[in-house]
């Protein structure tokens, strides 16, 4: 689990999850890893952000990683 800020992510990647909330992967270039995060609606300092905890696996590639649905509503698709 992750003790820093979000800073120390190279890479960050959402997507949108349930009604109101998104699913968040923080990448760390340098440890290979990746953190997951659900995040609930953005509501300032009460925002919920939930760890989900280190995702499995090795993210050597990292600056190519992106969640690929259909359309992009994050940006406005």
Known sequence: MRTSSWQSFEQLVAAPCGKTG???????????????YAV????GGSTVIKSLGKVPGAFSDWEYFRFA?????????
């Open 69 to 77: 649905p259909p359309y992009d509503p994050l940006n406005g698709g």
């Open 22 to 36: 998104s699913i968040l992967l923080g990448i760390d270039k340098d440890a290979k890893t990746g953190y997951l």
């Open 40 to 43: 609930g609606h953005a509501a």
